[in-house]
């Protein structure tokens, strides 16, 4: 992938996310992770993109993936002016309930809330807790951003659902450059391109496995993704490769450097060979294996 | 993509192929082009993928997408010795019908044939048309690489059958290293790696408009590079976006860029909006345009 080829270790950037700062390879662990980046928030394929992802993303959990998503929105600004401070810990002044604010972030009509202001982001905080979309995180009440709730309804969910992944605010195009995510097609208003739509599939070993990069036009295949996450997964740890348009559960190959003898007991449920004209004899297939 | 990024233009090339040799403007002329790698003739994955890849180049042929393969074999070497000149060309010393390269060529056991040696390359030469896989070509009886017959015999077709797009030889991995196609985790019998799973698709600009990077062990899915054909072509010439997961004939999305009033007149079909928590209009269906 731009910038990264296929065995590249994933640069260990720090980064703001909508769940705080992070350092890329803390987040991943000793996870598989993935890593993808979008053009825009509040723009529509980004939209329906990040709530299919955010459908699956048990779907990734399960398979022990961490997700990921990047754009070159200012998320940070964006989160700052809707977080809101913890109980009793009133920080700024009181402003009045009837500001725009308060239906943004979902901040009931009644009770004491206000806006301060700290080094130049935003935040509001409220004086008890309520009965609306206010989650509490680390003794912070975060409301979800805009994009977020967007995302949210779109899948038919509560606006207020936090989304059950992080988004990298890559406000300043460092990683979308370093990563050569950009799609020069795309441009914003300052004629700067936008982020492409790509997928970097990062294995435990923080190496770089599979990666598509799609524009901002085309819209990605999650079914698609998953699918090479099982491929990935399975021939990371079996000796087999798995065939064109292969899906879980299909037969799948076993790789060409492990002999005849070998595979026969490694696959004690078959390897069948299929005759060829060259008399070579590559074309093995047996079931998946568990 | 590795070495190459969204709207780079294709490296104008001069490489040989199953067809001949190769200069990769002229190639693609002005049509669009898909340009994929595979890791090695005669595995297992790599004959899955381009008997696919075969059975629907007419489906690549009508959307006026030229294809051309690449691997780091020798397919200069492969078919040099298969090669077989024309009627009543003889520039060989005729050898015994018993030699292998009979079978291997699928040259008839009698008649007049012959190899000859030129400038350190072997071809065959036959004294009369026969009715063996022998097929003409520019004056040039060409027999198709055993590869190719392989990849011929897993689709059910005659083996003789010729593969309807040419494999790029890239014995050097020149081409491999300048497009960052390598898989690190695929290794020959030297310690070199083999090329990966790479897909570029290139627009008649031959600008690159998507690409992936799958390892070797994953094959790709057909089905999902021609989706997004149809979604590269029909955003190229409309001003929609297509959404997660679209396939051709779903609705698509109208452009942000595009304000109200110009969707509704260039969209007759209709265009619908999903409200949203932000309350911003950008969630804009519309039925696909022809």
Chains 1, 2 share one sequence.
Not at 34 to 53: K, M, N
Not at 80 to 93: E, F, Y
Not at 96 to 105: G, I
């Amino acid at each position: 992938m731009p910038g990264l080829l296929l065995g590249d270790e994933a640069p260990n950037f720090e980064a703001d996310t909508t769940q705080g700062r992070i350092r890329f390879h803390d987040f991943l662990g000793d996870s598989w992770g993935i890593l993808f980046s979008h053009p825009r928030d509040f723009t529509p394929v980004c939209t329906t993109e990040l709530g299919r992802a955010a459908k699956l993303a048990p779907e990734f959990s399960k398979r022990n993936v961490k997700m990921i998503a990047l754009s070159i929105d200012s998320v940070q600004d964006h989160l700052s002016w809707c977080k809101v401070t913890a109980l009793g810990r009133p920080q700024g002044a009181a402003c009045k309930p009837s500001q725009p604010w308060r239906d943004v972030c979902h901040i009931p009509k009644r009770g004491g809330a206000g806006i301060q202001s700290r080094n130049g982001e935003f935040s509001i905080f409220v004086e008890r807790p309520t009965k609306c979309s206010v989650q509490e995180e680390n003794n912070i009440f975060a409301v979800p951003p805009l994009a977020e709730r967007d995302i949210n309804a779109y899948n038919g969910d509560q606006p207020a659902e936090k989304l059950p992944f992080p988004i990298i605010a890559d406000k300043n195009r460092e990683l979308a450059v370093k990563l050569g995510m950009l799609d020069p097609d795309e441009l914003d208003k300052d004629g700067m391109p936008l982020t492409a739509r790509v997928v970097f599939v990062f294995g435990p070993d923080k190496k770089l496995k599979l990666s598509i990069l799609y524009p901002a036009t085309t819209g990605r295949n999650f079914d698609e993704i998953l699918r090479v996450v099982d491929s990935l997964q399975l021939t990371a740890y079996k000796k087999v490769a798995t065939p064109v348009d292969w899906k879980p559960g299909d037969s799948v190959m076993v790789v060409p450097t492990l002999p005849d003898e070998e595979a026969k007991k490694l696959f004690p449920k078959g390897v069948f060979t299929k005759e060829l004209p060259s008399g070579k004899k590559y074309l093995r297939y047996t079931p998946q294996p568990e």
